[in-house]
């Protein structure tokens, strides 16, 4: 508003004196003319005319010239005052940025083309341990353990040809020596007096990474403890039921009950071991290709005792391609659900086992004629330690972990687990797995 | 009549150790046994075994220092050695790899008999 006052004032001093010019220059004009005497009267009143229009009209460009004074400051004044506010602001947040670089938790630090270390910010300081001078101008492979120098060379060389770097696990060597683990970012910088530079971030994962470790060792070594003494009990139990040609029958039964318990002993173990690593999130994945039919073939095959003594009728329609998955933690899955329908199908009934290619991946359909999943617990059966009730009735031994495993596990490998049961007529489960990538 | 091939048995459970060298000396091999790595790798210089199996879990040194040290001697470096564990794992069956062991049994998962039948496939009896 101040500015507008400023802005009238002047516009109105430009009229004022514009029109003050032409009522003089009118009065110099027509004194001219007068002192000219080129009288008679109607002359004297067509100058008069032709002054007082010359007045009209330099009043009316002085009007415009003090409107234009009075706009062109305006756009003048609120350009400048724009402008002013955008310095401002940018400055502002300049600040902001730099404190938010300078003090922020994460690592930060410019990456010259060629390979050094610039302007770290004071949480690169922490993790590298250095202060300032010790660390910018270093080269950032020097900070990498040399395991995960070739590992560096490569991305960076990637780098190079405009692959940023994302989330890459590398370990970190401070000044003062130990290790940490890092996720690495680099991006392009694009534009600016550092253009084709990089824009590195360090994420600490080592905490992460400690207390992984530490899960992993702790289940590793309970299940260590646990194997222990069931060895024990199952060697002895052979070594003695080798020496058992002279024992009566009874006395070599219940050797075998005893390996037989020390065997589920030992499963159970597996088990939990591998619920626990699932649970933890530290069950390793390991992808190889994978020929699905060889590998139900071979659980087929395993359960074959089992099969004889029930006398079960199983049908099989295998015609699967192979697929990368991770064999081992597939089996556990395919090997749970056949032996569900051994476990279920009563003597002498049919059990079906088909494999079929689908996509990229597979497609397994396991179906018994057992005792079917009642209607109202069919919701509950992927629940950890869930078992139905006519099933317990069955089946006493069963820990309940099958189904929840077989679920969680599918979850890892990208693929499903589905049912379709009718009590006492049957159920057929069917399991997909995709040939997975990474 | 051949000289009997020889064995040793590294692990601290007494009663694991001991039936190994029950159902070995029963099989007729020549075993000696041990019950740590330290003393283990003794032993080892002295008996010169045929094969060696090797527990990883053991007080005083573990099975994967043992094959360390064993990998620094001359002689010794070219001894099979059978690791004997309870410790499973894709990582620790990566390392026995990596350290060129010749087998990795987890002793729940596995019957004497085919204890027996590895240790005489590998010395050819």
Known sequence: MKSFLARFSIALFAVLVGIGVSFVAAEYIRDTFISLQLNPEAGVRWYETLIQALQWSAAIISGLIGGFIYLSLGFKTEARSAGTALVKNVVISQGQFRTLYDLGPIPYFLVTPDGAIGEPNKAMLRICKGMLPEIEGKELASFFVPDDKEKWKDLWHKFGRKVAISDQELRVVPLTGGERYVLLSIFTIDSGPKKGWGLGTFVDITERKEIDRAKTEFVSLAAHQLRTPISTIKWY???LTAEAATLPDAQKKHLERIQEGARNMNELVHTLLNVSR???GTLPIALEQTDIAALATNILEELAPEIQTKGLLIKTDFN????STDPKLLRIVMQNLVSN????????????????????GIVMEVEDTGLGIPKEEQPKIFSKMYRAENAKKMVAGGNGLGLYMSKAITGILGGTISFVSEENKGTTFTLTVPSKTS | MTELKRITVIDDEPAIREALVEMLSGAGFDVSSAVNGKEGLVVVSQQHPDLILLDIMMPEMNGWQVLEALKKDDWAKKVPVIILTNLDGVENVSKAVEQEAYEYVVKGDTDMKDILAMVKRRLGV
Do not use: D, H, N, W
């Open chain 1, 237 to 239: 139990t052979e070594m």
């Open chain 1, 320 to 323: 699967a391609q192979s697929i």
């Open chain 1, 278 to 280: 699932l649970e933890m």
């Open chain 1, 341 to 360: 329908a051994v476990k279920y199908t009563p003597e002498k009934g049919p059990v079906s086992v088909r494999v079929k290619s689908s996509g990229r």
